[in-house]
């Protein structure tokens, strides 16, 4: 069975997140005075009730700070792209060297039109392999989802359930891309 801690961290986590006893008990089905007794110390609950309030607490504080960070806190800064005349060769290279799973495909104006994986090029080079030589335009993949840098983490998230990348953007130009990999790097903070 996992520790909880004691029940002065229900009243802290409670008032840290500006919650009311009665607000709390409302979530939970709880009485308000059974919440007054339990962070008092006056009563001893249930391991379940306990648990339940202490996890609803918990997730609470983490969805509201992830509801704080933005793509800017999270995107790598820098974007390796990939033109129209490249090569599935140079796509493959580009991906080696920066140890990257998807490049965004952008035209001679900077424009987002396209994207390639390297799930793609696997699919395709082994009934192929002189795709190596073929242009990446002709295999490429939807271009990837484009966010403002102010975009919130849980919307961005969302996102990447569909798609490999997000480009983010500062006033129409591209500042940095999102993948699964910085969200991962969330939780080591």
């Known amino acids: 069975m996992e520790s909880l801690p004691d029940y002065a961290k229900i009243r802290e986590l409670r008032k840290k997140l500006n919650i009311s006893q009665k607000e709390l008990g409302q979530k939970l089905g709880i009485q308000q005075s059974t919440i007054s007794r339990i962070e008092n110390g006056t009563m001893d609950p249930p391991y379940s009730k306990f648990k339940a309030i202490y996890d609803y607490l918990e997730n609470e504080s983490i969805k509201r700070s992830q509801a704080l960070i933005t793509a800017n806190d999270i995107m790598t800064r820098k974007i390796y792209h990939l033109t129209s005349e490249s090569t599935v060769k140079d796509a493959i290279e580009l991906m080696n060297k920066y140890k990257i799973s998807q490049v965004p495909i952008m035209d001679q104006n900077g424009l987002n039109i396209g994207s390639i994986t390297s799930k793609k090029i ?32 849980r919307e961005i998230s969302n996102l990447l359930i ?3 990348a997000v480009l983010v953007k500062d006033l129409g130009k591209y500042v940095g891309i999102i993948t699964d990999s910085n969200f991962l790097k969330l939780t080591n903070q």
């Open 162 to 164: 569909n798609y490999p």
């Open 122 to 153: 696997q699919k395709f080079i082994i009934d192929n392999p002189d795709i190596l030589y073929m242009n990446v335009f002709d295999i490429k993949e939807l271009p990837f989802p484009e966010v403002e840098k102010n975009w919130n983490v």
